[in-house]
């Protein structure tokens, strides 16, 4: 069974404290792996792909690295800007559609 | 240029009832998904649209279903609500060709509160 699972469910960072969220999952061949953020009331919103172990994308303060089992963002010196949930999602090889997998998110708050 | 709008913002039916939820897509966008959110979940596809027809289908039931108009707008269509169905719906918009599903843009979401 495809599943995906978010580390830790939430973390309080002090500004400039950085840090690493995880996303461990378990599929059935990865077509791709997706991280996006979710400010609350909003619509999540895009920030990277991964597709194969060893690949890492880069965005400002994020890091994003893929291994064969988990996926991590790493988030250097962060702001409280950066406070939102943060979602992963996997699609499985099978599927070329929509059908992806969410896991329940690290909801992050960066204090001042 | 308005990205991808949703009403309304929040609705409150009672058990039994029926409801209608609507998604404008981003300008340029053909492509239309909708998402279940629980509260502290993830979203769960519920289904995608794409030339008015319905493409590809999440693991809901017949209670849910839509529609897309030629102008690409949709609607999310639920019946026979139960309380279990209380969530954030999101509605997500990419263009067919030329676009990337998982880049696809969400709108804010309609909370729906079953009582």
């Known amino acids: 069974e495809d599943q995906v699972t978010q580390s830790p469910e939430a973390l309080r960072l002090q500004e400039g404290e950085s840090s690493s969220l995880n996303c461990s999952y378990t599929?059935?061949?990865?077509?791709?792996l997706f991280w996006y953020r979710q400010d609350p009331g909003k619509g999540p919103e895009f920030l990277f792909t991964?597709?194969?172990a060893g690949e890492e994308k880069e965005k400002e303060r994020l890091k994003a690295t893929l291994t064969k089992k988990e996926s991590f963002l790493h988030i250097t010196a962060p702001k409280p800007e950066d406070s939102a949930t943060y979602l992963c999602?996997?699609?499985?090889?099978?599927?070329?559609?929509?059908?992806?997998?969410f896991g329940t998110g690290t909801s992050l708050t960066v204090i001042p | 240029d308005a990205g991808v709008t949703q009403s309304p913002t929040h609705l409150i039916k009672t058990r039994g009832q029926q409801v209608t939820l609507r998604c404008s897509p981003k300008?340029?966008?053909?492509?239309v998904s909708w998402y279940q959110q629980a509260l502290g979940q993830g979203p769960q596809f519920i289904f995608q649209?794409?030339?008015?027809?319905?493409?590809q289908r999440g693991n809901f039931p017949d209670r849910f279903s839509g529609h897309q108009f030629p102008n690409y707008s949709s609607e999310l269509n639920v019946n026979a609500l139960l309380l279990g169905d209380s969530a954030l719906y999101l509605c997500?918009?990419?263009?067919?060709?030329?676009?990337?599903?998982?880049?696809?843009?969400f709108g804010p979401g309609t909370r729906l509160t079953v009582t």
């Open positions: 999602a996997v699609q499985p090889e099978r599927n070329t559609g929509n059908q992806f997998y």
């Open positions: 599929v059935s061949g990865l077509r791709g």
């Open positions: 991964l597709y194969s």
């Open positions: 300008s340029g966008h053909d492509t």
């Open positions: 649209y794409y030339e008015e027809e319905e493409r």
């Open positions: 997500a918009t990419y263009p067919f060709f030329g676009g990337k599903n998982y880049e696809q843009y």
